[in-house]
């Protein structure tokens, strides 16, 4: 895909990474596979298309020319009937709602698309390894995707805590930034595309422990997405935020960990706990609000 539609296909192949099959997955955007990864046959390819709309030019592009050289195409799509769809081997339909999006800053499709990424595949992986969806780790991941919508209203309901931070933060910096590690590496990106479309402003976007290296110079204001993390991995972000504000870079960050690791930040906001390869979603809730 391209746009929200590229971050929510880097959700879809970190729920494929989850299981450690054999299959190689890489997320990756249409116009970089048009560009630089074809091959003269791709028979043994299997693509996931991501579009709300189905009629992104780029997208449907990179599908016929990926069709051509012999690969299939599963396509994720909310609108039923668009080009996507009909050229596509099969479809999972979002169905997310009016099929002709209104809002360039649209949030429906991102999660619905999240979601059904996460369900293909689980489905995809048990069917090469039969009986993965009983194991409990498969179990787990299932019966917390079912909780989450709940759990999405409880992080709506911290509104005006973040709203609190946004107007004591915002306006402070000319510079913005979002950050995270590992699959808030997802959550990171889609943030700063909404602040940016919303804002109309250019925003950086990094790996958390890359950003002391980058520009903290200019002292911008960072959104360090830190959410399903723990151990030593929780402990390094703590201590980025800590370099962070050193540099009088001003950090709000989102995480599910309550304890004292980042009792130094100012601004944090805190959203329930998960099962820590779906953390990141809560974590884009709260970078949405």
């Given at each position: 895909?391209q746009?929200?539609?590229?971050?929510?296909?880097?959700a879809?192949?970190?729920?494929?990474?989850?299981?450690?099959?054999?299959?190689?997955?890489?997320?990756?955007?249409?116009t970089?596979?048009?560009?630089?990864?074809?091959?003269?046959?791709?028979?043994?390819?299997?693509i996931?298309?991501?579009?709300?709309?189905?009629?992104?030019?780029?997208?449907?592009?990179?599908?016929?020319?990926?069709?051509?050289?012999g690969?299939?195409?599963?396509?994720?799509v909310?609108?039923?009937?668009?080009?996507?769809?009909?050229?596509?081997?099969?479809?999972?339909y979002t169905s997310?709602?009016?099929?002709?999006?209104?809002?360039?800053?649209?949030?429906?499709?991102?999660?619905?698309?999240?979601?059904?990424?996460?369900?293909?595949?689980?489905?995809?992986?048990?069917?090469?390894?039969?009986?993965?969806i009983?194991?409990p780790?498969?179990?787990?991941?299932?019966?917390s995707?079912?909780?989450?919508?709940?759990?999405?209203?409880?992080?709506?309901?911290?509104?005006e805590?973040?709203?609190?931070?946004?107007?004591?933060?915002v306006?402070?910096?000319?510079?913005?930034?979002?950050?995270?590690?590992?699959?808030?590496?997802?959550?990171?990106?889609?943030?700063?595309?909404?602040s940016?479309?919303?804002?109309?402003?250019a925003?950086?976007?990094?790996?958390?422990?890359?950003?002391?290296?980058?520009?903290?110079?200019?002292?911008?204001?960072?959104?360090?997405?830190?959410?399903?993390?723990?151990?030593?991995?929780?402990?390094?972000?703590?201590?980025?935020?800590?370099?962070?504000?050193a540099?009088?870079?001003?950090?709000?960050?989102?995480?599910?960990?309550?304890?004292?690791?980042?009792?130094n930040?100012?601004?944090?906001?805190?959203?329930?706990?998960?099962?820590p390869?779906l953390?990141?979603?809560?974590g884009?809730?709260?970078?949405?609000?």
């Amino acid at each position: 895909g391209q746009g929200t539609a590229a971050v929510a296909g880097q959700a879809c192949a970190h729920f494929f990474n989850v299981f450690n099959t054999s299959l190689e997955v890489k997320s990756v955007l249409a116009t970089e596979v048009s560009g630089f990864a074809l091959h003269e046959d791709m028979s043994s390819y299997l693509i996931i298309a991501v579009s709300q709309s189905g009629t992104t030019t780029d997208t449907n592009r990179t599908v016929d020319l990926l069709r051509n050289r012999g690969a299939s195409v599963i396509a994720i799509v909310n609108r039923r009937g668009s080009d996507l769809a009909t050229k596509s081997d099969g479809v999972f339909y979002t169905s997310s709602g009016r099929d002709v999006e209104m809002s360039v800053a649209s949030t429906k499709a991102f999660y619905s698309q999240v979601a059904a990424g996460s369900i293909l595949a689980i489905a995809i992986n048990d069917i090469l390894q039969p009986g993965l969806i009983q194991q409990p780790k498969t179990q787990n991941l299932l019966e917390s995707l079912i909780n989450l919508p709940e759990l999405m209203r409880k992080t709506l309901k911290t509104r005006e805590h973040i709203s609190n931070i946004a107007k004591r933060t915002v306006l402070s910096r000319r510079s913005w930034a979002t950050v995270g590690n590992g699959p808030n590496t997802i959550s990171a990106r889609e943030i700063r595309i909404k602040s940016s479309e919303l804002c109309y402003k250019a925003i950086a976007n990094d790996v958390t422990e890359d950003k002391k290296h980058i520009d903290l110079s200019c002292e911008p204001l960072i959104v360090v997405c830190a959410t399903g993390l723990n151990g030593s991995t929780a402990d390094d972000v703590s201590k980025e935020v800590s370099i962070f504000t050193a540099h009088k870079a001003v950090p709000v960050v989102i995480s599910d960990d309550d304890s004292e690791r980042f009792e130094n930040c100012k601004n944090l906001i805190v959203v329930p706990k998960t099962d820590p390869d779906l953390s990141f979603i809560l974590g884009c809730v709260a970078g949405h609000i």
